[in-house]
């Protein structure tokens, strides 16, 4: 049996291996053997050999530590890596707490809370340099505990890479909810790689979030499921189709490629997307396209379900699959039971283009309620054998219906239709159809390269106007009215009626007229209902229509002087963005999916006339569900490429708010709003902006930050948080208006102010910082954005309107030269 060797020994062996004075390895491992025999070694006299650059020190002193006090060596290693470099650590980390003894862990786990901020960060230091081993992953966990992101991210890179036990899962589950988004995304992954099927649901409600690797490792683990689960993953995943992140549905169609009913998938979406807006169900379908030809059959078969609103929404994907546009299983459905499915049918033929749809659709002309799809079809088809059927409703008693046979008919090319649509413009008992005759004279013109010699004699004809016996009196001044282009007609006890022409009263004839006589014509022209609510509430806001002579909006009111009405004159056609001057970049618009547009303005600054416009735009460039909320309906659209559906507030239901929530639910494109004038309507605004509806509204304000002022101000201020984080989200622009009078004294012309919704205004909405809104304006040209000034200078630059009354309505006034000494001093509307 050999000696030990002596304390002296044991020195200096210690002492040549700490100088390293040994000339070879084989004296290094001579000098170690004599440590390792020796008895009683303390672990501070080895512990420093793991901070060496020779790895066969290193080595030989992870080995003799496994037979010393785990909780003496824990302590040793940090008292010497206190005072070591960062690579030495690294060197003692990685060679020995892999393979440590477990209590060496444990004991550096609970030095982590030590009370000296120098050993407790010299642990961190040792555990973060350790590659990922189980035994460290409590000290790990305690680290994830602190608040520096830095060290967070580094023990959340080592926690990912080790397989969870059975205890880590909650921890990984509670990680979803930590405020850092770091930390969400590495949970999210480890829930998905390890334990997916406990926590599917939480799992899908990430993927629109996660970033790529993420939702890659997201995809991976529900489409296995998938595979195992079938619908009831399919079910989860569904809704995300509406995403607008191509990436998402992308992902989405991934999953649902997993589960082995492709069926029942497809009928599962065609339900699901009874409740999507229009374009969203078709962006979605697009997605799941790539399931493959099982999708065509399926969709088919769904034309024959039970539910009307499964039927209409399987005709309505039809239109967006070209593979699978089977003529002989839609024509069926124009005799559908339920009215709004035969529309849905009529318009999928239209789409189709087949023309065997011809005489099914020229049959369904029978039908009241598909009567106007089926002339629209008709019209897109332009198939000649339609042409008699069409002719035919010109002679309609529906002015509707013959105004849309007259845009069916445009479509075609025949010698006998520039007679036909003579006829209709020299006898048509509507003035409006009339209007509408002309217009298609004129377009047939240009597109035959023939002009109409006789065009002003027919014109002139066409919108002629005779007082008939028996006629309401009213008619006549309402005819004056417009034959003069006045804005307005004024009837007051006592006076002469009056016309507003460019901002000016002026009287239609010398004789005054009494509150009986005003009385008389208006007790003629209002029905039982209007007449009794007048008398109640002591005013009336109306529409009319003159046969001849086209519609006017009108309000009626009492003074002391007696019955008071006022009679505005809508124009007969739609204006365009261009009549009105309207700048450039509004007609962007048309482009937009989603998002609310406020148009601002003063009483009588022409936003109905704006709204106007804005929807003719969507109706002549989008195919389009439109519909509108209006108190009254002032212009009726006919349908053009877009269906609207126009609701009066007071006839067609009780109330803005009523209407605009039940509008949610009848699949709109658009939804235009005649006035935000209550809470409940512009929350509903927000919410239809926000779940994927183009929203048109109109508010009252002299500006567009004053509109945004005027929609946050209108809410109780602890509800003002929640609706400028709405507003901010949904807003796409403002434009506000007013009137200026022209130069040459010929009338009006608007001049503009427009706030862009871009993520910097959204910003300073959402912080309550609106005054700041006017320097956003101003450096925001590039972006679109206008200030009344600017639009001022425009027209100024046009020669539009005057020096003085560009001075007169501008706000930064020493931009403008004072006012010219004979220009007209009127003031403009502001």
Not at 44 to 72: C, T, Y
Not at 362 to 381: H, I, N, P, S, Y
Not at 667 to 685: F, H, K, Q, W, Y
Not at 743 to 750: E, H, M
Request: contains cysteine; neutral net charge.
């Amino acid at each position: 049996m050999v000696d030990p060797p002596s304390s002296a020994q044991v020195k200096q062996a210690l002492q040549q291996l700490a100088r390293g004075t040994y000339r070879s390895s084989e004296q290094r491992d001579q000098l170690l053997a004599i440590v390792a025999a020796a008895e009683g070694v303390p672990a501070g006299n080895i512990v420093w050999m793991l901070f060496r650059p020779d790895r066969g020190l290193r080595e030989a002193a992870s080995k003799l530590l496994q037979r010393h006090d785990p909780k003496g060596v824990a302590e040793a290693l940090v008292a010497e890596s206190s005072r070591q470099p960062q690579k030495a650590i690294w060197a003692a980390a990685t060679t020995f707490l892999p393979g440590a003894p477990p209590g060496v862990a444990a004991r550096l786990t609970e030095l982590l809370d030590a009370t000296n901020p120098k050993v407790s960060g010299a642990v961190t230091t040792l555990i973060l340099e350790a590659p990922p081993v189980a035994s460290l992953a409590p000290a790990l966990w305690r680290i994830l505990q602190g608040d520096d992101p830095e060290l967070r991210a580094k023990v959340l890179e080592r926690l990912e890479a080790l397989p969870p036990g059975e205890r880590d899962l909650p921890r990984w589950r509670e990680l979803l909810g930590d405020p850092d988004p770091r930390v969400q995304t590495a949970a999210v992954r480890v829930l998905a790689a390890n334990a997916p099927e406990r926590f599917t649901g939480l799992l899908v409600e990430k993927l629109p979030a996660a970033d790529a690797r993420t939702r890659e490792v997201l995809t991976a683990a529900l489409a296995k499921l998938a595979r195992e689960q079938g619908m009831e993953v399919a079910d989860l995943v569904l809704p995300l189709l509406a995403s607008s992140e191509a990436t998402v549905r992308n992902a989405v169609a991934s999953i649902l490629k997993a589960v082995p009913d492709r069926t029942g998938v497809i009928r599962r979406f065609v339900e699901h997307s009874r409740n999507l807006v229009g374009w969203v169900r078709d962006r979605a379908l697009n997605a799941l396209l790539t399931l493959g030809p099982d999708f065509g059959p399926v969709v088919l078969e769904l034309l024959r379900d039970p539910d009307p609103s499964i039927r209409a929404t399987a005709l309505a994907m039809l239109d967006s699959m070209e593979d699978f546009r089977q003529i002989e299983a839609v024509i069926p459905l124009l005799q559908d039971p339920d009215w709004w499915v035969r529309v849905s049918a009529a318009n999928t033929l239209a789409q189709i283009g087949d023309r065997r749809a011809v005489g099914p659709l020229v049959k369904a002309l029978e039908d009241e309620e598909t009567r106007w799809a089926a002339v629209e079809a008709l019209g897109r088809l332009g198939d000649p054998r339609a042409l008699p059927a069409l002719a035919k409703l010109l002679g309609s008693s529906s002015t509707a219906v013959r105004m849309e046979a007259l845009l069916a008919l445009r479509h075609f090319d025949h010698p006998n239709l520039m007679a036909a649509f003579r006829r209709v413009a020299e006898n048509d008992p509507d003035r409006t159809v009339r209007t509408r005759a002309l217009e298609c004279i004129e377009e047939l013109s240009a597109q035959r390269g023939q002009p109409v010699e006789d065009m002003e004699k027919l014109r002139s004809k066409a919108l002629h106007y005779d007082h008939l016996q028996g006629e309401p009196s009213v008619h006549a001044l309402l005819i004056a009215a417009r034959e003069r282009s006045a804005s307005d007609l004024h009837l007051t006890p006592g006076r002469s009626p009056m016309l507003r022409r460019a901002m000016s009263l002026m009287p239609l004839g010398p004789e005054p007229i009494s509150d009986e006589s005003i009385t008389a014509m208006i007790r003629e022209i209002l029905n039982e209902g209007q007449w009794n609510q007048l008398q109640e509430r002591q005013q009336l806001d109306f529409c009319y229509h003159v046969p001849s002579g086209g519609r006017f909006r009108g309000n009626v009111f009492v003074d002391r002087c007696g019955l008071n009405a006022v009679f505005r004159v809508i124009p007969e056609t739609p204006p365009t963005l261009d009549q009105l001057g309207i700048p450039d970049q509004l007609h962007a618009v048309v482009h937009e999916h989603q998002g609310l547009i406020l148009v601002a303005g003063p009483a009588g600054s022409g936003k109905s006339t704006t709204l106007t416009a804005l929807v003719n735009l969507f109706n002549e460039e989008r195919n389009v569900h439109i519909i509108t909320l209006e108190d009254p309906v002032e212009f009726v659209h006919p349908s053009k490429r877009s269906l609207i559906n126009q609701r009066e507030v007071g006839r067609d239901t009780g109330s803005f708010a009523r209407a605009l929530r039940a509008a949610l639910r009848e699949d709109p494109d658009v939804i235009v709003i005649g006035d935000l004038r209550d809470n409940e309507t512009i929350s509903l605004a927000l919410t239809a902006a926000e779940t994927g509806h183009v929203v048109f509204g109109t508010l009252s304000s002299t500006g567009a930050i004053k509109a945004v002022d005027r929609i946050i101000t209108s809410f109780p201020a602890k509800e003002q948080p929640q609706i400028r984080m709405g507003l901010a989200d949904s807003l796409t622009m403002v434009v506000a208006q007013k009137l200026l009078k022209r130069r040459d004294g010929t009338g009006l012309v608007a001049c503009f102010e427009i706030l862009m919704g871009i993520p910097a205004v959204g910003n300073l909405i959402r912080e309550g910082k609106t005054l700041q809104l006017r320097s956003a304006i101003q450096t925001g040209r590039t972006h679109g954005m206008m200030t009344f000034d600017d639009s001022l200078k425009s027209l100024l630059a046009k020669d539009l309107i005057s020096k003085d009354t560009a001075r007169r309505a501008a706000l930064s006034k020493k931009e403008f030269k004072e006012p010219e000494t004979q220009e007209s001093n009127e003031e403009p509307n502001q």
